[in-house]
């Protein structure tokens, strides 16, 4: 399977700041890689799907401009989530998936905002 | 709305018993099934795929399919300490990217020594 790096694997910041999450697909090339989210004790819900050189396509209620989505090579996406409030607190994961097959998960960022 | 229910459990059974993880969905034009492993705090692990009715087998997991009853189930057998975790089933449909890959809310197994 694909092999998905995700950093940094726990954040704490202040309310108001904003936080970078970093994917990356080390042995291979992604032109699409996802990002969810989990709240306690929920499922994972799909965000939005980062595509390499493009903008990225958000799913319905989530807001773009708040998660920044930045895809600028094949092994490469980042999330930014800007002016975090502790309602953002979540476990946020990428994936990559090998055409019409399974995804392949990163570990996964803790993200606690105070 | 494309939905992937499981009961949330917890299922607990004893150590070396089996244990049955029941996963059904609403999309009749579904293709592809899997099941996966989550630790708590960590992101999921694929256990199983499948793509045609039947029964796969991958050591001591069994992954079952029946698209007619539009229900697929994950069996363990020889439960041990460590297969407790949530299991997620996730379906995909027709084409397409990992987009339309639905996840359910996830299963809570719990082995007992």
């Known amino acids: ?114 | 709305q494309k939905e992937v229910e499981q009961n949330s459990g917890p299922l607990s059974v004893p150590e070396g018993a089996i244990a049955s993880l029941n996963c059904t969905y609403s999309d009749r034009g579904s293709q592809s099934f899997f099941w996966y492993r989550q630790y708590s705090g960590k992101s999921p692990e694929l256990i199983m795929s499948i793509y045609s009715n039947g029964d796969k087998e991958d050591g001591r997991f069994t992954a079952q399919l029946n698209k007619a009853s539009q229900y697929v189930s994950l069996l363990i057998r020889d439960s041990q300490p460590s297969d407790s975790a949530t299991y997620l089933c996730a379906v995909k449909g027709y084409g397409g990217s990992q987009g339309n890959l639905i996840f359910g809310k996830g299963t809570k197994l719990s082995v007992k020594p």
């Open chain 1, 1 to 114: 399977g694909a092999v998905v790096s995700q950093h940094p694997s726990w954040v704490i910041c202040k309310s108001g700041t904003s936080v970078k999450i970093e994917c990356r697909s080390l042995d291979f090339q992604a032109t699409t890689m996802f990002w969810y989210r989990q709240f306690p004790k929920q499922s994972l819900m799909l965000m939005a799907t980062s595509n390499e050189g493009s903008k990225a396509t958000y799913e319905q209620g989530v807001e773009k401009d708040k998660f920044l989505i930045n895809h600028a090579s094949l092994t490469l996406s980042t999330l930014t989530v800007t002016s975090a409030h502790p309602e953002d607190s979540s476990f946020y994961i990428c994936s990559v998936g090998r055409g019409n097959t399974e995804a392949f998960f990163g570990q996964g960022t803790r993200l606690t905002v105070v």
